[in-house]
């Protein structure tokens, strides 16, 4: 006997597998609450010089919104692309909840350096960021995979190779021109 | 040379970024490429320096303050006419809100439920729409009626309730100390509300203390229909019905069908009824100690009779009186369309014996267990 929670779950992850656009909407209500405690839970402890795993926060979030029996994940890729996803729609509205100006500033604030500029610009920065994927999403779906899983999922090169079914090196080749793609896409955003 | 290839600008691209840049201009010359191709590779590799910092890090790892609890920023805040003055609550969907806005010289307190910012995609509007459509032919008095719903400045829709302040139903009992009498007429109010629901063919399914309040003056008001159900209509334009469904239920006092994520009709209302009245009457719930987990609920509802109440009697109702409450649990609401008379709200209240049992029996005062048949796996309880 499946806890109806888990089987919904398993439910929203098949239909998130076989291309339903609606799903990851629909499983934010189940971990949305647990995954922001676990987020400031696990970051009121590290250290800042710690890297963050955010797959290991969408795990723990998964874990516990399911104490029996667990979640029915396809694959690890499976899991790999939901976390990223759902680490991206988290981090955005967070982004929107600190106040951020659509197009804050000029200055593109996306690195671990930026890390003591004020919130509201890095905010700002995220949305930004956010809205360029979403049309890189529309030229070239793999970049923009790629790029969700290591910016907001904080997957390595070889998990996102073994997500997406390609080689590593893709990734790493994939990651550095979308880069640009987007450097450039927020630069001409914030005239 | 002509056309527009994106895969090879990339390839040409990714290579010229693993040479010095002074090295790029001669490979690019030499890779063939459109004059619409190279003049995007030289658009793009012309950023190769000032990009190269960016996405260095996961996201998470310098936007931790993101996290942070703050105030909440509606608070003060105007939301159509009302003012919101502070949070209520939370759940999955939505936040619940006291606001209040002037009718005349008046103060009008509402509790006001807001979609989340988040949340605000097509089919969450529409899960919310629908509870607030539920509310809307609800009339009864005791369940809390809708007073207005909108739409914020930026899309965000609400409705506002008449806010109840009043305990819930269990809480109450215990503060005013109610005989069995008493909290029996109490909870018979809680069915009628229950019943009307019904009859307009709205199960409400989260039917638990937390859901019925009781005013100061005494009046139960049923809340929340957030994962309401409206029986045979609308149910495939619902798509997400099930989703908040589940997320939401509360195991102790969710039925057997619920907690196996069957179909529900009204007969998990009755279950749930059955559950508050046990609650009500003995301070405890029939399968408390196995609600960490649905399955040891479902297997203890199938399997064994739950303790007698008046065993687990440690506050106000009287003992020397003994009433079995029964409940047929186990059997799938298939059973309710059997010729036999089905429960409804209103006879668990008024003490009948129906199909699904959980209600009282008065007149059977002494015969614990007289309503019991093993084989349909009843619950019986005498008080």
Known sequence: MNDPVNAEITQILHDWNSGDENASERLLPFVYDELKRQARYLMSRERSDHTLQPTALVHEAFLRISKQGGVNWQNRSHFFGVASRLMRQILVDHARQHGAAKRGTAAIHLSIDDVTVPAEARAGSILALHESLERLEKLDKKQAAVVEM????????????????????????????????LYRDLSDGAE | MTGYDREKINDAVADALTMEAAERA???????????????????????????????????????DFFETNADPLVGKLIGAFTILGELGHGGMGAVYLASRKVGAREQRVALKLLRREMNTSLLRERFRHEREILAILEHPNIAKLVDFGTTEDGIPYFAMEYIDGKPIDAYCSAHSLGRDERLELFQKVCSAVSAAHRSLVVHRDLKPSNILVTPDGTPKLLDFGISKILETAESEMPAATVTKLGAMTPGYASPEQLRGDSVTTAADIYSLGVILFELLSGRRPFEAQEKDPRLILKAVAETDPPSPSSLATEG?????RLPISAEASSEAKTLSTPQR?????NVGNGECGQRRFGLKRSAATSTGSCSNRSQKNLIAGI
């Open chain 2, 26 to 64: 001669a490979f690019l010359d030499a890779a063939q490429l459109s004059e619409t191709e190279r003049k995007e590779a030289d658009s793009l590799l012309s950023i190769a320096a000032a990009a190269d910092s960016i996405l260095d890090a996961p996201a998470i790892s310098f936007s931790k």
């Open chain 2, 317 to 321: 109702p009287g003992q020397e009186r």
């Open chain 1, 150 to 181: 290591r910016f907001f999922g904080g997957l390595s090169n070889a998990e996102i190779a073994e997500a997406l079914g390609v080689s590593e090196r893709t990734v790493v080749r994939s990651f550095s021109v979308a880069k640009l793609w």
């Open chain 2, 342 to 346: 089905p429960a409804t709200a209103d």
